[in-house]
């Protein structure tokens, strides 16, 4: 297939595009896509896009570190726990390791929701079933009032202070 019929064939541009990306196409091809892509808006706009995409699907949200024997979770950016949220998911696949303590730092979640709230509830069920303990870190004042007005806050242990959070282990 040459570059000028696969611009008419979706599929093959988006193959095209992936197989580009991930450095599986020859350098004849490398070099002849390359060239068209320079000169054709739309599949600049396409590159670009997809080159974005694999870079957030490569980089976690979620931040891990340890300090002592405490698993202190931050996300890297802005993040929202609400139903789908890809942070809601990072989160979710955060905890299938076996620690026992577990410290998350809420400090950039700008908007959390009943799914964000589930999730943290069930991790801390999933925690304290193990003989281990879960806290909260840093939540803004919205999130703060939410915890509050749901009851969670009296649940969840929350500390405003890390090295605070960290000795009540």
């Known amino acids: 297939m040459t570059l000028h019929t696969f611009h008419e ?3 093959r ?3 095209l595009i992936r197989e580009y990306l991930l450095r599986k196409v020859d350098a004849d091809t490398a070099e002849a896509f390359e060239s068209h892509y320079l000169s054709c808006d739309e599949c600049f706009e396409e590159l670009q896009a997809s080159q974005l995409l694999m870079a957030g699907l490569r ?3 979620i931040e891990f570190r340890r300090v002592a024997d405490v698993l202190v979770l931050q996300f890297a950016g802005p993040a929202e726990l609400i139903r789908q949220s890809f942070e809601l998911g990072e989160l979710q696949r955060a905890f299938r390791q076996k620690d026992t303590k577990v410290l998350i730092d809420l400090g950039r979640v700008v908007k959390i929701d ?3 709230l589930g999730q943290l509830i069930y991790h801390y069920s999933h925690v304290v079933k193990n003989q281990g ?3 909260l870190l840093n939540p803004n004042a919205e999130v703060e009032t939410l915890l509050r007005l749901t009851r969670i806050d009296s649940v969840l242990e929350t500390y ?3 090295r605070q959070a960290l000795e009540s282990f």
Do not use: Y
């Open 160 to 162: 405003h202070d890390e």
């Open 114 to 116: 009943s799914a964000g």
């Open 13 to 15: 541009r988006e193959e």
């Open 133 to 135: 303990m879960l806290k």
């Open 59 to 61: 980089h976690s949200r």
């Open 9 to 11: 064939d979706l599929t």
